[in-house]
Nanobody, 127 residues
């Protein structure tokens, strides 16, 4: 059974940094692309960043480009989202999700049709 568990959220001041982790179990990690989503209070969930199963393709929404970095560690079955220069508008519950990418997934990763979701971790950016 696919399972994803997010961690690393918390309260941080504007301009600060956090690193989120998404630990995967119950499936062949290297067969799946992983995406990060977020949902702010009163807003719809949005895709933030995604990474292909091999890690060679990464995508970011415009609002986080240059500030967030996604990476994956196959030895630890974990995907990370390093978030720097955080803004108040980054406040949200962050979720990771997985989609099968073997033998291939157009674009390497995506923000729809995800097969498994974590329960989320709260990030609050406030002074």
């Amino acid at each position: 059974q696919l399972q994803l568990v997010e961690s690393g959220g918390g309260l941080v001041q504007p301009g600060g940094s956090l690193r989120l982790s998404c630990a995967a179990s119950g499936f062949t990690f290297d067969d799946y692309a992983i995406s990060w989503f977020r949902q702010a209070p009163g807003k719809e969930r949005e895709g933030v960043s995604c990474i292909s199963r091999g890690g060679g393709r990464r995508n970011y929404i415009d609002s986080v480009k240059g500030r967030f970095t996604i990476s994956r560690d196959s030895a630890k079955n974990t995907v990370y989202l390093q978030m720097n220069s955080l803004l108040s508008e980054d406040t949200a519950v962050y979720y990771c999700a997985a989609v099968l990418a073997r033998p291939t997934l157009p674009g390497g990763c995506r923000y729809y049709g995800m097969e498994s979701w974590g329960k989320g971790t709260l990030v609050t950016v406030s002074a």
